[in-house]
């Protein structure tokens, strides 16, 4: 019982109200977004469920998505984000500054993009070894061409993915405490 309690105080620190989960296909968004959600009381959104199928389509067949393929996924990730009172996460690639950019302009203030980082290898290795996912693994390549990280004045954190996933997910947690932290922005929480 008493254990229970720790655990609970022990994610019952201050996390920002609309979180993005960005970075290449494979970089774990998604399992990172469902086990994490739960533990700060959370809605999970997978952004793939926000795509047209046109787009989960062309995917599917090996092609990259465009810019214009893209921009009515992000307008919805954004219009997520924004919706209710809830704390809100979704995943999504987000990969390029424009892409951010969007997000930040539709959602309003307060968007914290938490970058999963990792390299080509480890990443396709993993895409390569789940099952059932419409994205061949060979798009990785025209994801990293995209990819574009967060800037200095984006307001981000990012974290390796190389460690296993509930390391991975307590470091995303550290990292969001120490950036409240030292923000002066109010309107993240
Ligand atoms: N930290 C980790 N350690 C080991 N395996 C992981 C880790 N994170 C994710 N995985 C595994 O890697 C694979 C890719 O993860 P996941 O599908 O969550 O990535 P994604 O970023 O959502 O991908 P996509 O954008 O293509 O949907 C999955 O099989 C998942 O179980
Ligand atoms: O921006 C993009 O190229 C796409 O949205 C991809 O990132 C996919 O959504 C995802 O990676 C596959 O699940």
Redesign the pocket.
């Known amino acids: 019982m008493a254990e229970k309690a720790a655990q609970a105080d022990a994610w019952g620190g201050y996390v920002p109200k609309r979180i993005v989960l960005m970075?290449?296909?494979?970089?774990?968004?998604?399992?990172?977004g469902r086990a994490f959600a739960p533990l700060v009381q959370a809605c999970y959104f997978d952004g793939?469920s926000f795509h047209p199928q046109s787009n989960i389509d062309k995917m599917t067949e090996g092609a990259a998505l465009k810019d214009e393929d893209r921009w009515p996924w992000l307008k919805k990730v954004g219009e997520t984000l924004a919706s209710g009172d809830r704390r809100v996460i979704v995943?999504c690639?987000a990969l390029k500054r424009i892409y951010r950019d969007c997000i930040r302009d539709v959602a309003g203030s307060g968007v914290v993009f938490v970058y999963?980082s990792g390299n080509r290898e480890l990443l396709a290795s993993?895409?390569s070894?789940?099952s059932g996912?419409f994205?061949p693994e060979f798009l990785l390549d025209s994801q990293y061409a995209d990819l574009q990280p967060p800037e200095k004045d984006e307001t981000s954190i990012t974290v390796d993915?190389?460690?296993?996933?509930e390391i991975?997910i307590r470091n995303i947690y550290e990292k969001l405490q120490s950036m409240i932290r030292l923000s002066v922005n109010t309107a993240l929480l």
Do not use: N, W
Not at 23 to 32: A, E, Q
Not at 161 to 165: A, D, E, K, Q, T
């Open positions: 970075g290449v296909s494979g970089s774990g968004k998604s399992s990172i793939d995943s690639s999963l993993r895409m070894s789940r996912h994205m993915v190389i460690l296993p996933i991975v």
